[in-house]
């Protein structure tokens, strides 16, 4: 479950997008934000600074003081020459005070402590919501005999950092705002970067799969000298290797085929001299002293042994060479199979259900090809019944051929359609060419129908052959 | 028995077929050539004719085309395989059966005798006495084996003239390939269906005014043959 979920995000493009925007958004966070707080510092520095600087310059305009302890009007006379344009003022002494009378309780403790060490201090305050600042120093005067003391005077000075603030909010805004350019440019960007690795490695997929299916000669186009490039080049190369062995194998299985199909019409001459006079010899081996009498008949033997193998060997090589065509014909399967088994004289030793009536159009000869092996078959190494079945489905008829011996174990099933396969080893070679059932299957399939082995539910081996059914109308 | 031509390139074939055929009876003449063949045919009287596809020289075809061009006699031929263009073309020039390489003797001899008994002298002697059936312009004498067109007699080889006389016998019914090789070609089991096409052919060309559009004998597609109806 949490594989099916995941499965979407492990996919390089999800990949390459997330690594992109997360770089970016740390990149634009750490640049961003980094800025964004030096120029914050500088700015409210420089604000400070000029106020304490705009408030001691101011002070100096209220000397001298002229009466100590001050009264009311001349703290008001004070905080009057202290007040600009751009701060408010007040003024304390003792608990006399003038001016902004508010803004008492934004002067701090500490900042007042300060202030009574004769230093000139400052702390930046919330002024009704808008960042404000406070400068606080206690006015000094020079006593008659050159020492300096405080007055007792307590100037304090406000100042409004609304400007300051709303520069350092536009540059906050500027940081976000370039982020997010800079994250979609980098999603863009992580996107065409994808499609240019992704591009090539799909044309790979596509092209390994093509190759696959067999079409050797598949190539992908080769761009540039990335890394890309280079598993392009080396599936080229592999491609290229590939199909250099497959053309030469199929060149040498074609020769091998040759060769069989050279040999097998090579040996039909002799055998045509032979097997023309074999009928002579037959009839009159009865007739010799025993040995040689013997020795004719299992040359007679041989000779018609022989010649059923060259006749199969050559009809596979023309199943091989795509050489074997059908001869059609309309044709009655029950009477051409009640005909098969009889030629052969298996009519007694055949259990058959073959309902007449069932028309097709097939290759005559190579139907009674195929039934003669599989009964053939049946009788040699199934045991009796032997059973031939014939029935229709739509478009196709159907054939069974069917015994009730052992059957066929599981190592021999897929293999009893190889040539040459035998399933005992110890069978003799004179029952059969050990061709026949590999020429039924050719001969199934060049009807375009099929060929299978099974076993039958109660026992016994069950070929069925299927024909498509090309109904025979007028 | 029978006096056999056997045309044949092979020494060892050649020797062996016409040992076998000697005999089982037959008086075998053997040449390697289709030259010296044409030649002893026309020396020697002959019932039959075995015949190699493959021959130096002119090939088996052009024999058969040949001896078509002159003579009615049986041909088999001697085919390599049997389910290739050799069998077409040496049945489109006239052989009336065809044997697959290797052969063995008793299943030639077999097919000589059945393409014997086609041949008029033992042809059907139950058939109807001096009964001229008549069949739009085509005439058929079906005791003394003679079919005439418009009155003129119309030179039909064996295998035709059985053919003929099979599908004649019962006009309007429909005969199946396999039927046929049965009663003609005496083939007792799956026969090839292309040896009763081709022979049709030939008949077409014979007795149809127009073998493209044939009256006499006419195909029922999926079925077979038919004569007529006219």
């Given at each position: 479950m949490?594989?099916?979920v995941?499965?979407?995000?492990?996919?390089?493009?999800?990949?390459?997008?997330?690594?992109?925007?997360?770089?970016?958004?740390?990149?634009?966070?750490?640049?961003?934000?980094?800025?964004?707080?030096?120029?914050?510092?500088?700015?409210?520095?420089?604000?400070?600074?000029?106020a304490?600087?705009a408030l001691?310059?101011?002070i100096?305009s209220?000397?001298?003081?002229?009466?100590?302890?001050?009264?009311?009007?001349?703290?008001?006379?004070?905080q009057?020459?202290?007040?600009?344009?751009?701060?408010?003022?007040?003024?304390?002494?003792?608990?006399?005070?003038?001016?902004?009378?508010?803004?008492?309780?934004?002067?701090?403790?500490?900042?007042?402590?300060e202030?009574?060490?004769?230093h000139?201090?400052w702390?930046?305050?919330d002024?009704?919501?808008?960042?404000?600042l406070?400068?606080?120093?206690?006015?000094m005067?020079?006593?008659?005999?050159?020492?300096?003391?405080?007055?007792g005077?307590?100037?304090?000075?406000?100042?409004?950092?609304?400007?300051?603030?709303?520069?350092?909010?536009?540059?906050?805004y500027?940081?976000?705002?370039?982020?997010?350019v800079?994250?979609?440019?980098?999603?863009?960007?992580?996107?065409?970067?994808?499609?240019?690795?992704?591009?090539?490695?799909?044309e790979?997929?596509?092209?390994?799969?093509?190759?696959g299916?067999?079409?050797?000669?598949?190539?992908?186009?080769?761009?540039g000298?990335?890394?890309?490039?280079?598993?392009?080049?080396?599936f080229n190369?592999?491609?290229?290797?590939?199909?250099?062995?497959?053309?030469?194998?199929?060149?040498?299985?074609a020769?091998?085929?040759?060769f069989?199909?050279?040999?097998?019409?090579?040996?039909?001459?002799?055998?045509a001299?032979?097997?023309?006079?074999v009928?002579?010899?037959?009839e009159?081996?009865?007739?010799?002293?025993?040995?040689?009498?013997?020795?004719?008949?299992?040359?007679?033997?041989?000779?018609?042994n022989?010649?059923?193998?060259?006749?199969?060997?050559?009809?596979?090589?023309?199943?091989?060479?795509?050489?074997?065509?059908?001869?059609?014909?309309?044709?009655?399967?029950?009477?051409?199979?009640?005909?098969t088994?009889?030629?052969?004289?298996?009519?007694?030793?055949?259990?058959?259900?073959?309902?007449?009536?069932?028309?097709?159009?097939?290759?005559?000869?190579?139907?009674?090809?195929?039934?003669a092996?599989?009964?053939?078959?049946?009788?040699?190494?199934?045991?009796?019944?032997?059973?031939?079945?014939?029935?229709t489905?739509?478009?196709?008829?159907?054939?069974e051929?069917?015994d009730?011996?052992?059957?066929?174990?599981?190592?021999v099933?897929?293999?009893?359609f190889?040539?040459?396969?035998?399933?005992?080893?110890?069978?003799?070679?004179?029952?059969g060419?050990?061709?026949?059932?590999?020429?039924?299957?050719?001969?199934?399939?060049l009807?375009?129908?099929?060929?299978?082995?099974?076993?039958?539910?109660?026992?016994?081996?069950?070929?069925?052959?299927?024909?498509?059914?090309?109904e025979?109308?007028? | 028995?029978?006096?056999?031509?056997?045309?044949?390139?092979?020494?060892?074939?050649?020797?062996g077929l016409a040992?076998?055929?000697?005999w089982?009876g037959?008086?075998?003449?053997?040449?390697?050539?289709?030259?010296?063949?044409?030649?002893?045919?026309?020396?020697?009287?002959?019932?039959?004719?075995?015949?190699?596809?493959?021959?130096?020289?002119i090939?088996?075809?052009?024999?058969c085309?040949?001896?078509?061009?002159?003579?009615?006699l049986?041909?088999?031929?001697?085919t390599?395989?049997?389910?290739?263009?050799?069998?077409?073309?040496?049945l489109?020039?006239?052989?009336?059966?065809?044997?697959?390489?290797?052969?063995?003797?008793?299943?030639l001899?077999?097919r000589?005798?059945a393409?014997?008994?086609?041949?008029?002298?033992?042809a059907?002697?139950d058939?109807?006495?001096?009964a001229?059936?008549?069949?739009?312009?085509?005439?058929?004498?079906?005791?003394?084996?003679?079919v005439?067109?418009?009155?003129?007699?119309?030179?039909?080889?064996?295998?035709?003239?059985?053919?003929?006389?099979?599908?004649?016998?019962?006009?309007?019914?429909v005969?199946?390939?396999q039927?046929?090789?049965?009663?003609?070609?005496?083939?007792?089991?799956?026969?090839d269906?292309?040896?009763?096409?081709a022979?049709?052919?030939?008949?077409?060309?014979?007795?149809?005014?127009?073998?493209?559009?044939?009256?006499y004998?006419?195909?029922?597609?999926?079925?077979?043959?038919?004569?007529?109806p006219?």
């Amino acid at each position: 479950m949490i594989q099916r979920v995941l499965a979407p995000i492990r996919g390089l493009r999800v990949r390459l997008l997330l690594g992109f925007a997360g770089l970016c958004i740390i990149t634009a966070t750490l640049v961003a934000g980094g800025m964004y707080v030096y120029a914050r510092r500088v700015i409210l520095q420089q604000a400070q600074d000029s106020a304490v600087f705009a408030l001691t310059k101011q002070i100096r305009s209220v000397y001298p003081l002229h009466t100590l302890p001050p009264n009311q009007q001349s703290l008001a006379v004070i905080q009057d020459g202290l007040v600009t344009k751009d701060s408010s003022v007040r003024v304390e002494y003792g608990n006399q005070s003038v001016g902004n009378r508010d803004a008492a309780s934004l002067i701090s403790a500490d900042l007042r402590a300060e202030i009574s060490k004769g230093h000139v201090a400052w702390q930046r305050v919330d002024w009704s919501g808008a960042p404000g600042l406070v400068v606080g120093t206690e006015l000094m005067v020079k006593g008659a005999n050159g020492d300096v003391r405080s007055s007792g005077v307590d100037v304090f000075a406000f100042y409004d950092l609304g400007a300051e603030a709303q520069s350092i909010a536009q540059l906050a805004y500027l940081a976000w705002g370039i982020g997010a350019v800079v994250l979609v440019m980098a999603m863009l960007l992580a996107i065409a970067v994808a499609r240019s690795v992704l591009g090539p490695v799909r044309e790979l997929r596509t092209a390994a799969g093509r190759l696959g299916a067999g079409e050797l000669s598949t190539r992908v186009p080769v761009r540039g000298s990335d890394e890309l490039a280079e598993v392009a080049q080396t599936f080229n190369n592999t491609a290229q290797a590939l199909e250099g062995h497959v053309v030469e194998l199929r060149r040498m299985e074609a020769d091998a085929r040759r060769f069989v199909a050279d040999v097998s019409h090579e040996l039909r001459t002799p055998l045509a001299a032979m097997i023309a006079v074999v009928d002579v010899l037959d009839e009159q081996a009865a007739q010799l002293p025993e040995l040689t009498g013997e020795a004719v008949r299992l040359v007679s033997q041989g000779t018609h042994n022989l010649t059923r193998l060259v006749n199969d060997l050559i009809e596979v090589t023309r199943f091989d060479s795509g050489t074997a065509a059908l001869a059609l014909d309309e044709i009655d399967l029950a009477v051409a199979i009640m005909a098969t088994l009889r030629a052969r004289g298996w009519s007694g030793e055949v259990r058959t259900d073959l309902p007449g009536g069932v028309l097709a159009r097939v290759d005559p000869r190579r139907l009674d090809v195929i039934v003669a092996n599989l009964v053939g078959n049946a009788l040699r190494h199934g045991a009796p019944p032997v059973t031939v079945r014939l029935r229709t489905e739509p478009g196709w008829l159907i054939v069974e051929v069917g015994d009730h011996g052992p059957g066929l174990s599981d190592e021999v099933l897929p293999k009893v359609f190889n040539r040459f396969y035998k399933a005992d080893t110890a069978r003799t070679r004179s029952e059969g060419s050990g061709l026949g059932l590999a020429i039924s299957w050719e001969n199934a399939r060049l009807h375009r129908g099929s060929l299978v082995a099974a076993n039958q539910p109660g026992g016994g081996a069950l070929f069925t052959l299927r024909l498509p059914l090309i109904e025979v109308t007028e | 028995m029978s006096r056999v031509l056997l045309i044949e390139d092979d020494k060892d074939v050649r020797d062996g077929l016409a040992l076998a055929l000697t005999w089982q009876g037959h008086t075998v003449r053997a040449v390697e050539s289709g030259e010296l063949g044409l030649s002893a045919l026309a020396d020697d009287p002959t019932d039959v004719v075995v015949l190699d596809l493959m021959l130096p020289g002119i090939d088996g075809f052009e024999v058969c085309r040949r001896i078509r061009a002159d003579t009615n006699l049986p041909i088999i031929m001697v085919t390599a395989r049997n389910d290739d263009l050799d069998v077409v073309g040496g049945l489109e020039a006239g052989a009336d059966d065809y044997v697959v390489k290797p052969v063995q003797a008793r299943v030639l001899e077999a097919r000589i005798r059945a393409v014997l008994r086609r041949v008029g002298t033992d042809a059907r002697p139950d058939a109807e006495p001096s009964a001229v059936a008549r069949h739009g312009t085509l005439d058929i004498d079906r005791a003394g084996l003679v079919v005439s067109k418009h009155g003129g007699p119309i030179s039909l080889a064996p295998t035709e003239l059985r053919l003929l006389l099979e599908l004649s016998a019962a006009p309007g019914r429909v005969l199946s390939r396999q039927q046929l090789l049965e009663s003609v070609w005496e083939q007792a089991y799956l026969g090839d269906s292309r040896l009763v096409d081709a022979c049709v052919q030939r008949l077409r060309a014979k007795i149809e005014d127009d073998p493209a559009n044939p009256r006499y004998v006419q195909t029922v597609r999926g079925f077979g043959y038919r004569f007529g109806p006219l």
